[in-house]
């Protein structure tokens, strides 16, 4: 049985991994960590596990305890903790946080897309960065082009997220009030997720020097991203389906369809689903995932599986709802 021990435990993220790792048949969660609300049962901030769990917060770090350590932590924050705690060796680590996506001397995590880093995860990595939700999205639409040297014209992009992509701190911008009803954009071609994007894409094709025009929104719905990619390509529809079928024909939770997909097709799922169409001249691609769960702690509970050998699916086998 892995014991899983989780900081930053009070967020979203972690209310999901939460919700994930207590109906995972190889994990038993240790503690999870939040100062502000130590002592307090997990179902006062995570209402939706009432009846799950018997769980309580804790300002303790009990490092005996656990086999792998989860950081929910804000960005910007897992750093200060490793630099403030001495994590045992044999304890590995899931950063869910933006901490260590970009490679870096002395910064041994591994990227944590396992589509595309899925053998170092298996051969012994011990410390990972998830990587950000609309860079999961964007990566997992681009990759297959990537690795045959595709990505040869600017890459644009309009992607939409719901409002849990910005935590659970309010701001003015995720209250409900301004939120509801409306759509709006930010961060246009300067959205932190573009460095871990293109570090990911030149190291499938190392020629890759295109510009990646990225305008994020600011959806009003809870959960999900869809991403709609396009750019010039002179290959052929078919050919193209080829090689996006032929990538992710070995991996658990992507997959391409003839039908352009809704949001609620991956919502609630560990899923990424893309639709690829040419039109005069332009490639097209459609990339949906729920950004909680593929695109954070879906990916950590994968990234987990792969660590510690666990068959990939296990702990995910989750559904859409029907509406």
Known sequence: MIRAGIIGGAGYTAGELIRLLINHPDVEIA?????????????????????????????????????????????????????????????????????????AEGNDFVY????????????????????????????????PLAKNLLLNAPIHITAITGSTGAGVKPSATSHFSWRNDNVSIYKPFRHQHLAEIRQSLVELQSSFKQDINFIPVRGCF??????????????????????????????????VTDKAPDLKDVVNTNKCIIHLEKIDG???????????VKGASGQAVHNMNLLFGLQERVGLMLKPSAF
């Open 31 to 103: 503690w999870v960590h939040s100062t502000s609300n130590a002592g307090n049962p997990v179902t006062d901030i995570h209402q939706g596990l009432i009846g799950d769990t018997t769980l309580r917060f804790t300002d303790k770090l009990d490092w005996d305890a656990i086999d792998v350590l989860f950081c929910c932590t804000p960005h910007g924050k897992t750093r200060e903790f490793m630099e403030s705690c001495t994590v045992p060796e044999d304890v590995k680590i899931i950063d869910l946080s933006a901490d260590y996506r970009l490679a």
């Open 282 to 292: 332009k490639l097209l691609i459609t990339s949906v995932i729920d950004n909680l």
């Open 112 to 143: 944590g897309l396992p589509e595309l880093h899925r053998k170092p995860l298996v051969r012994g990595a011990k410390h990972v960065a998830n990587p950000g939700c609309f860079a999961t999205a964007i990566q997992l639409a681009l990759l």
């Open 222 to 255: 809870s959960r999900g991203i869809m991403a709609v990619i396009y750019m010039d390509c002179p290959v052929e529809l078919d050919e193209i389906r080829r090689l996006y079928e032929d990538y992710y024909d070995d991996h658990s939770f992507t997959f």
